[in-house]
């Protein structure tokens, strides 16, 4: 009788800290939807909102907010100015039925660890987003 090996199907999003790694998990539609998009002209805020897009992907898999469900935590992450470290992530929040305009359903997360990770990771492409680069 052959042994089955059990695979461990929960998938440890803390191993994604780099582009790179956010590519190698995506599935290759979405690999290959997000390197179309990238092609040509794209200013550093239109690239970087692309990057944090399929970061956020990557870290999340198939989990989409519903709103629908008021008991389902939508965590989102929070950036701020501070003196002498200039833009540093600051901290995460949660809603259950609504997403402010200024983040949306891409950038959600279903627990507030993945919505940490996200904010601490890739900051300089956060920072590209969300800053007028001089």
């Not at 695979?7 to 190698?24: G, H, Q, V, W």
């Amino acid at each position: 009788m052959k042994k089955v090996k059990k695979e461990n199907s929960e998938f440890d999003f803390r191993t994604i800290e780099t582009m790179e790694d956010a590519l190698k998990r995506v599935d290759k539609n979405t690999r290959q939807e997000y390197l179309k998009s990238i092609e040509g002209f794209n200013t550093p805020d239109e690239r970087a909102y692309k990057d944090r897009k399929l970061f956020a992907k990557a870290l999340r898999g198939d989990w989409e907010p519903d709103y629908g469900n008021s008991n389902q935590y939508k965590w989102e992450t929070i950036f701020r100015w501070s003196s002498g470290s200039g833009f540093v992530f600051a901290n995460s929040f949660y809603l259950y039925s609504i997403s402010f305009s200024f983040v949306g359903s891409r950038l959600c997360f279903p627990s507030e660890k993945m919505s940490d990770h996200f904010g601490c990771h890739i900051i300089e492409i956060h920072r590209a987003y969300f800053t007028i680069q001089k």
